[in-house]
């Protein structure tokens, strides 16, 4: 039976060594939702997206996505089964152009055309990715390389995205560029579940949320109630 819910954890554990980072989470996101998992640093945020891609090997309990069992599955299957991953880092590939980053999306085709075509598709929701094709990814700016990252990481057409800090270090026009099109993507049916330092512009283009302390889950609810809730957010979020 579908639930609606496109992601769907339960209990999810999850340990680096000896440190339980990440202890009994459950959330869901529904298709077509943009959640945010707030909190402060080292609460557990990064290690919770990290987890659901299959990059902690220390782990138990369940991710449902799209239906089936994840937990238990390679990252590569997951990214070909619709979860795509944008890390803090970026992961832009130095020596490789914005044209070759591009193409990394789809490692798995190879059909060039079938790339080049999907290429063009993104320059045209990118167009300041389009006017640099051919330049080095690792020149670009930090607000450039976020956008590549982001798109790299639509090219196998996602259904849904996890965004670990997507505004960190980036010029405010950028971000606001950036935030925009998370809105367009939601608009065009693509998932989103978003970590963001920024609360209140997080809270902003988000359905709900929830907040992460100490690798537990402390609160859920609207996304509009907790962006009214200054006492909360002082609690669990101010750095």
């Not at 619709?82 to 070759?100: D, H, K």
């Not at 330049?135 to 849904?160: T, Y």
């Not at 996304?223 to 002082?234: F, G, H, K, P, S």
Request: net charge negative; proline share 3%; aromatic share 6%.
């Amino acid at each position: 039976m579908n639930s609606g819910f496109l992601l769907e954890v339960s209990l999810l554990n999850a340990w680096y060594e000896r440190s339980h980072v990440v202890q009994g989470v459950s959330l869901q996101v529904a298709r077509g939702e943009i959640v945010s998992l707030m909190g402060r640093n080292g609460a557990g945020k990064t290690t919770t997206l990290r987890t659901l891609m299959g990059l902690v090997a220390k782990h138990s309990g369940s991710v449902r996505f799209d239906g089936q069992e994840y937990l238990g599955e390679a990252t590569h299957k997951r990214y070909h089964g619709g979860l795509a991953y944008v890390p803090e880092e970026r992961g832009i590939v130095p020596g490789l152009t914005v044209r070759e980053n591009l193409a990394l999306g789809l490692t798995a085709s190879r059909d060039r055309n079938r790339t080049a075509q999907r290429i063009d598709e993104i320059a045209l929701t990118f167009p300041r990715l389009k006017e640099r094709l051919d330049q080095d990814g690792a020149s670009l700016s930090g607000g450039e390389q976020q956008m590549l990252a982001i798109a790299r990481a639509l090219m196998a057409k996602p259904k849904m995205l996890l965004l670990d800090e997507p505004s960190e270090g980036i010029m405010p026009i950028l971000v606001d560029e950036m935030f925009e099109l998370f809105k367009r993507m939601k608009a065009e049916g693509t998932t989103l579940l978003l970590v963001e330092q920024n609360v209140e512009l997080a809270l902003s283009i988000s359905d709900r949320a929830y907040i992460l302390d100490q690798g537990r889950i402390v609160h859920e609810g609207s996304a509009a109630a907790l962006l009214a809730d200054a006492a909360i957010q002082e609690k669990y979020c101010s750095v």
